[in-house]
């Protein structure tokens, strides 16, 4: 037959002859699956341009080829036919340039040079048949013009599938149309009750007349089973009943696996149906669908349908109860938590916050809390030693300052700040180590005139004393001018016996130079005022400690305490308060309160004038106490509470 008579063509059927134009109209009104719309189209293509064979090949990624359909059709485990393996090597180029194609098909009965008289026609077939579709069709003819009109053709019929697809899609609408608005009324008049046993009877009954099921069941979790809490058509019940117990055994099966469950099983199936089974053989024969109710994510009930076993659940009724049963869930569990007593409401709270507290679930977060909860046991009961902080000064117990013994000039300076002066006894008698000496000449220089002055007024008074005419008041007058003379020959002795400036501190202990400018001064004149020296004896010493005020609430005389050399704080030495001074002080803009306490040692790094930290013990407190009530003082006086 020639190409170019196939649109008047009469093909032969089973209810007579179809012109091409019958059978495209068919195919459009085509309605079943994919692989029969694939099949037909196929048939209707290559009866339209009189193929001789032909086939739809589908592409993937990586380059590989498979047959969707073939007309006509290929024996089962035959091996592909030349044409088609030629076809499969074009249609990934095909596929991926979408453009139509035309390659000669020779036979083996040809001779070698000889024209072929056959053509593979491949044309791009878009649509969502699954990856990218090319269709191949052996042509009995080699004029151009035929070849065209073929191509010309195929790509008018390969327009079917967008017009299937989209048919298809409406199809798909429309059911999920009918699925939904069976479910929303369902829905509505599950929400029209207020209390749970009308909910859940609701749901049963219309589930059951919607479906026409024999019975629907609903059952929630409690405890570790599932227990039935309503039946379609059914107001009253007892847990002892043997149908409940059979339902109930279903819906456990169902609920352990978490999966749907239906009776009869798919070959396929995996799952354990055995209790569903017994239900549906002893109450029937019917068919078991059993669907588990998920909130949050978690199975909280079953939901159990049976229908009579010559009518099984389609696809389409099981994606309807599940959405049905997916929407009321959350009102039925709802009602199920607020429609008790308080008490049982509460207990049911209680464990389901223990549930969360010891569950397998949310592992670091509990280990927070749990961490968090520790640490607040601990500041809260466990006790650390209690300590006021303070800085310390370290000070001479016993110091004396050396002025000069008169006005005169410094003669000489024998010691320095910090050098160590003891003593020795001479006949006897203590004498302090020199500090320094005053400059003795004027005194000397004085105390000859002063010596002289007084042998003159002896004499003066010798002369009036004696005679024919003695002076009674001559005499007494020179003999007081005499004796001041001899007053001032004391003084002066007085002050050089003092000339040299000795450690007034007796006995045989180191006297530490605290401080003195006496070297500056030496050779220069002094006066009593003018502080030379500051010496202390080292055995004596104490420290002052600088308080805060806001510490001083805890701080009381005999308390104990350490102080730290600040250069090594390792090493420390304990103290015990004597003495506080009752007014505070202003120092660096802060008030504070000297405390005056006594070292148990005196080790050589603590010398007058050493500065460091000091550590008051006022026992023992917890540690939450300790760490936060410095903000909780601070807090309470601004809020003043």
């Not at 058509?233 to 409940?244: A, G, P, Q």
């Not at 460091?612 to 410095?630: C, F, H, M, S």
Request: net charge neutral; proline share 5%.
């Amino acid at each position: 037959m020639a190409p170019e008579s196939t649109d008047s063509a009469q093909i032969p059927t089973s209810q007579g002859t179809l012109s091409a134009a019958d059978l495209i109209d068919r195919l459009a009104r085509f309605d079943g699956p994919p692989e029969g719309f694939l099949s037909a189209l196929l048939a209707v293509q290559c009866r339209v341009v009189a193929a001789s064979q032909g086939a739809i090949l589908r592409t993937d990624e990586g380059g590989r080829t498979g047959v969707l359909s073939a007309w006509p059709a290929l024996e089962p485990g035959s091996a592909a036919p030349v044409w088609l393996a030629s076809a499969a090597e074009i249609a990934p180029e095909v596929a991926n340039s979408g453009k139509t194609a035309v390659r000669p098909l020779h036979s083996q009965e040809q001779l070698y040079g000889e024209a072929a008289r056959k053509h593979i026609v491949l044309i791009s077939l878009r649509g969502g048949m699954g990856g990218r579709g090319v269709g191949a069709y052996v042509i009995d003819s080699a004029h151009p013009r035929v070849l065209r009109e073929v191509a010309d053709r195929l790509e008018l019929t390969a327009g079917l599938i967008g017009l299937y697809e989209m048919r298809v899609t409406l199809q798909r609408r429309d059911v999920d149309f009918r699925r939904l608005r069976a479910a929303m009324e369902i829905l509505t008049a599950v929400n029209e009750a207020n209390r749970f046993t009308g909910a859940a009877m609701a749901l049963c009954n219309e589930m059951a007349a919607r479906w026409e099921c024999e019975r629907v069941s609903l059952g929630l979790l409690k405890g570790r089973y599932v227990h039935l809490k309503a039946m379609s058509h059914t107001e009253k019940f007892s847990r002892k009943m043997d149908l409940v117990q059979d339902i109930e055994a279903a819906a456990e099966e169902c609920f352990d696996q978490d999966v749907e469950l239906i009776h009869p099983a798919p070959s396929e199936s995996m799952n354990v149906t055995r209790a569903t089974a017994i239900l549906a053989s002893r109450r029937g024969p019917h068919t078991v669908l059993s669907l588990p109710l998920r909130r949050e994510g978690e199975p909280v009930g079953v939901l159990v349908v049976e229908r009579v076993a010559n009518r099984p659940f389609r696809l389409e009724e099981a994606e309807a109860i599940r959405l049905t049963t997916d929407l009321a869930t959350a009102r039925i569990c709802s009602l199920h938590e607020t429609d008790r007593w308080f008490g049982a409401r509460l207990a049911s709270s209680v464990k389901k916050g223990l549930a969360a507290v010891v569950g397998p679930k949310h592992t670091w977060a509990k280990l927070a809390v749990a961490a968090a909860l520790a640490g607040i046991l601990v500041v809260t009961f466990v006790q650390g030693d209690f300590r006021a902080d303070a800085t310390f000064v370290v000070q001479a117990t016993d110091r004396r300052v050396i002025c000069p013994p008169f006005d005169g000039d410094l003669a000489k300076v024998y010691v320095k700040p910090d050098d160590e002066v003891t003593g020795r006894t001479v006949n006897g008698k203590w004498e302090g180590a020199p500090l320094a000496a005053m400059d003795t000449a004027p005194l000397v220089y004085r105390r000859a005139k002063a010596l002289a002055e007084r042998e003159k007024f002896i004499s003066e008074a010798n002369v009036a004393g004696s005679g024919a005419n003695p002076d009674a008041g001559k005499r007494d007058q020179a003999l007081a001018s005499a004796q001041g003379a001899q007053a001032e020959i004391d003084l002066l002795d007085y002050q050089i016996a003092k000339a040299v400036i000795r450690n007034p501190f007796e006995g045989n202990r180191p006297i530490r130079v605290l401080s003195g400018e006496a070297q500056k001064r030496e050779g220069t004149p002094v006066t009593r005022k003018d502080m030379l020296f500051e010496i202390a004896p080292l055995d004596k010493i104490h420290a002052e400690l600088l308080v805060p005020e806001d510490e001083m609430g805890n701080v009381e005389r005999g308390q104990h305490g350490e102080i730290a050399n600040p250069a090594d704080p390792k090493q420390r030495i304990r103290f015990t308060i004597v003495r506080i001074s009752p007014a505070a002080e202003m120092v660096e803009q802060k008030n504070i309160f000297r405390v005056y306490v006594d070292l148990d040692e005196v080790p050589t790094w603590a010398r007058p004038g050493r500065e460091g930290v000091a550590k008051i013990e006022l026992g023992r407190k917890p540690l939450g106490y300790i760490w936060t009530r410095q903000m909780v003082n601070w807090v309470r006086m601004k809020l003043w509470i």
